[in-house]
């Protein structure tokens, strides 16, 4: 009923930036959140950043300063600017659409996309 479809991953050197895409679809009536979150082989999916309807901003410690999310709320979109790549920045990240309800409803959805794999590297 819901799909995320992410675009922008890749490979890119220390010090290097990419920007991630997510676009909702679907019979979208109004979603609470969007974001990311990451995982990195060997360790549990973590959140990265997320982005509320009424525009608050949640970060990880570990991306504050270098990453930025941002949504444009018309079309269902969540981006994440990644400036400073680190090595240790390496996962597959993960769009996540929170508290979506769908046209009709008032039933509360949270939907995942497929994964983008970025890999920061020399």
């Known amino acids: 009923q819901v799909q995320l479809v992410e675009s922008g991953g890749g490979l890119v050197q220390p010090g290097g930036s990419l920007r991630l895409s997510c676009a909702a679809s679907?019979?979208?009536?109004?979603?609470?959140?969007m974001g990311w979150y990451r995982q990195a082989p060997g360790k549990q999916r973590e959140l990265v950043a997320v982005s509320t309807s009424g525009g608050n901003t949640n970060y990880a410690d570990s991306v504050k300063g270098r990453f930025a999310v941002s949504r444009d709320n018309a079309k269902n979109t969540v981006y994440l600017q990644m400036n400073s790549l680190k090595p240790e920045d390496t996962a597959v990240y993960y769009c996540?659409?929170?508290?979506?309800?769908?046209?009709?409803?008032?039933?509360?959805?949270?939907?995942w996309g497929q994964g983008t794999q970025v890999t920061v590297s020399s």
């Open positions: 996540n659409a929170d508290g979506v309800r769908l046209r009709g409803t008032f039933r509360l959805n949270n939907y």
């Open positions: 679907g019979s979208i009536g109004s979603i609470n959140a």
